[in-house]
């Protein structure tokens, strides 16, 4: 059974682990591996769906948030989504395993917990179960991620493409696979070398909409650059905008304690018109 809040002895041996790029191999064989079904009955009650009027079926994106759980901008992207006819459904991975608890989110962040080719299990996952939901045109489904969110897409499609699962699970669930998908859209994600897409990238041709910021505080902008860049000469289907004078996470205002992150509105617009016009153009 998934465990619902890590124990501190395990969250501290884990926090003093140093990274390299041997830690992701390490963290795929020390992950318990669940069931899909059990990961499903885990987040399936933390969903949170925002729909336009009506019965749909309507195109839908899948929300994924920042390493530090889901936020203000999260409900602001629903909100975007809603206006130009698109349902979204937020996945929370943080509030069922007690991550929001005592601030273990932060283990998540320094990429010690949950990484994204585990937490890629997750949206693995949800895709199967939004697929099934009413209200859902299962054959218009988009991922949206911001920071860890991303990086869990990004390995999403990394893993698919080497025919692997994501580290928490023991199959593939049975529903959409990352082909199947309309469209995705990094947000300032983490490309560094934790990250399997940033090791072997991605076979699927599903377009990309990568939004990234100038000098970012966090992760390092030029690392995604790499993998684009790579990923356009293997002929993937992407597009990169990288927004000036903003800060990684610009779209949120809900901050931790002593954050150096700012939010900004004019950057917040900028994204917001480039979704649009991504998602419009599926």
């Not at 669940?34 to 336009?52: A, G, H, Q």
């Not at 309309?182 to 599903?206: H, K, N």
């Amino acid at each position: 059974m998934v465990k619902r809040v890590m124990s501190w002895v395990l969250a501290v041996a884990v926090a003093i682990t140093i990274a390299s790029p041997g830690q992701a191999q390490v963290l795929e064989r020390v992950i318990e591996r669940e069931d899909p079904d059990e990961i499903s009955d885990l987040l399936s009650p933390f969903y949170i769906v925002t729909k336009p009027d009506g019965e749909g079926p309507f195109p839908t994106v899948l929300l994924a948030s920042g390493c530090d759980g889901p936020k203000d901008n999260m409900r602001m992207w629903a909100d975007v989504l809603k206006d130009i006819g698109w349902a979204s459904v937020q996945v929370d991975s943080h509030t069922p395993r007690g991550y929001n608890e005592f601030q273990l989110w932060r283990l998540i962040c320094i990429g010690q917990v949950l990484p994204g080719a585990q937490r890629a299990g997750d949206l693995a996952v949800a895709m199967a179960d939004v697929a099934k939901m009413p209200f859902v045109d299962a054959d218009r489904m988009a991922l949206l991620g911001a920071s860890h969110g991303g990086w869990s897409i990004l390995d999403l499609f990394a893993l698919a493409g080497e025919d692997r699962r994501p580290y928490g699970l023991t199959r593939w669930p049975n529903g959409p696979q990352p082909k199947d998908l309309v469209g995705a859209i990094p947000l300032y994600p983490y490309c560094g070398f934790l990250s399997r897409a940033s090791e072997v990238g991605w076979t699927a041709d599903v377009p990309m909409q990568f939004i990234l910021v100038d000098d970012d505080l966090i992760t390092d902008e030029d690392d995604c650059l790499a993998v684009i860049a790579r990923m356009r000469i293997a002929g993937r289907p992407i597009e990169a905008v990288i927004i000036k004078n903003a800060t990684h996470a610009f779209d949120q205002t809900e901050r931790g304690f002593v954050s150096p992150l700012e939010f900004s509105q004019e950057a917040t617009d900028q994204a917001v018109k480039i979704v649009q016009d991504f998602l419009n153009g599926l």
